[in-house]
């Protein structure tokens, strides 16, 4: 069977905090697809913290930078308005149909359709037949004006949980409506756009996982004192709450650590809270995913006091990696981490939960071990990528022959 050549878009690739497209790109490219990544904006340097980041970054095609261009600008918009003058005028008022209210709303979609059209031009040029966007913000507008713009079919990942808090700015209900189908990372996902999206297309939203490669992953002891949290130093993440726990716990447990893998607007906020703890707690800053790995190896305990998420994929790292977690019972966390079997699920924002859920999981090594074994066989189950990108691939290929599969059964 043939497979189709595939675009993936988002607002920036590669980042050191999306990892997950990454692996799913090299997912499907092991498949046997060729995938062309592009990205709205160009990644910082900071991101490009490892050699997986640093060969994305210099194969991705950047949509911004192309269309500071004005012969390359005006080309590719002259091209669709002569050449398809019908899907041209659509094109153009479905990004002004879509627009937030208000002159700035109007003047962002008018951007983005001009970011749309060169966007078009360079997949029909490359000839592809299919565009994936993963987080349905101004990177699927954007591919939802390329598609109209160029007939080619697209179809979105969609994550959460800051997407539903303003579901009709982004109008997630037309993208639904429009894409070929939608990839919900969780069940709960799915049950947030089905509160948005006509019933009419209830039946195109599909559950895929975001996945790793358990192998990469190789469980050890874990019988120390050290606690591990990865994910952006913003304030969803609740990173104070941990900091609190910890200051509760450092006399009972004398060898306590804890570091944190990460970077974001509260880093400075964070450590100067830290402070007073010492060397008790270090901030990493971005690593790779290598270096995460390491870390993982070397940690007893992996901790994400959340206030909001998807499906974290930290989490499925930690628990390939055998380490037990400790999280917050939000969205669409209980979907991976099974309460007392594969880790502790404590209220969100309880920082007396969370301190003693801390306390139980560094009190016994023995039940450290049962649940990151427990965790390890959940990830190569239900979270492998190799797996999810076999699903997703099925559903490249079956909407491309308008054959939609109904099952999350593993393509054969």
């Known amino acids: 069977m043939s497979l189709p050549k595939l675009a993936y878009l988002t607002g920036e690739y590669p980042r050191a905090s999306d990892t997950f497209i990454q692996r799913e790109v090299a997912a499907l490219r092991a498949l046997g697809h060729e995938v062309v990544t592009c990205s709205i904006r160009t990644t910082g340097a900071e991101h490009l913290v490892g050699p997986e980041q640093r060969e994305e970054h210099g194969r991705t095609f ?47 979609n008018l951007i983005y359709f001009l970011e749309a059209a060169v ?18 913000k101004a990177s699927c507008t954007v591919a939802m004006l390329a598609s109209e713009l160029s007939g080619i079919p697209y179809s979105f990942t969609i994550h959460g949980p800051d997407i539903f808090f303003e579901p009709y700015h982004w109008r997630i209900d037309e993208k639904t409506a429009r894409a070929s189908f939608v990839a919900c990372i969780s069940d709960y996902c799915r049950s947030q756009l089905m509160v948005f999206a006509d019933p009419a297309h209830w039946d ?9 490669d358990p192998d990469r992953y190789a469980p050890s002891a874990h019988t120390g004192q050290t606690l591990l949290f990865v994910g952006r130093l913003a304030g969803v993440k609740g990173v104070p709450i941990l900091l609190d726990a910890v200051a509760a716990l450092k006399d009972r447990h004398p060898h306590l650590r804890l570091a944190l893998i990460g970077d974001g607007p509260e880093r400075a906020a964070l450590e100067a809270r830290a402070k007073p703890l010492g060397e008790t707690v270090v901030f990493l800053g971005y690593q790779s995913q290598d270096a995460v790995a390491e870390a993982l190896s070397q940690s007893d305990v992996f901790v994400l006091p959340s206030f909001a998420e998807g499906v974290p994929v930290v989490l499925m790292e930690a628990m390939a990696a055998g380490v037990p977690v400790v999280a917050t019972q939000i969205a669409g966390i209980p979907e991976l981490v099974s309460h007392w079997d594969s880790g502790i699920l404590v209220r969100p924002g309880d920082v007396e939960a969370l301190t003693e859920a801390i306390d139980q999981m560094l009190a016994s090594a023995d039940q450290r071990r049962v649940m990151g074994a427990v965790g390890r066989a959940t990830v190569e189950s239900e979270f492998n990528i190799r797996t999810e990108a ?6 490249f290929c079956n909407y491309a022959d308008k054959q939609a599969p109904a099952t999350r059964e593993v393509p054969e």
Do not use: M
């Open 119 to 136: 966007l078009a031009d360079r997949l029909k040029a490359e000839g592809v037949a299919h565009l994936h966007n993963h987080i349905a």
């Open 390 to 395: 076999a699903r997703l691939s099925q559903l």
């Open 62 to 108: 950047k949509v911004l930078s192309a269309a500071k261009s004005p012969l390359r600008l005006a080309r590719a918009t002259l091209r669709f308005a002569l050449g398809s003058p019908v899907r041209f005028a659509r094109s153009l008022c479905l990004a002004w149909k879509t627009a937030p209210r208000g002159v700035r709303g109007r003047a962002y």
């Open 204 to 212: 195109k939203l599909h559950i895929i996982h975001c996945g790793i």
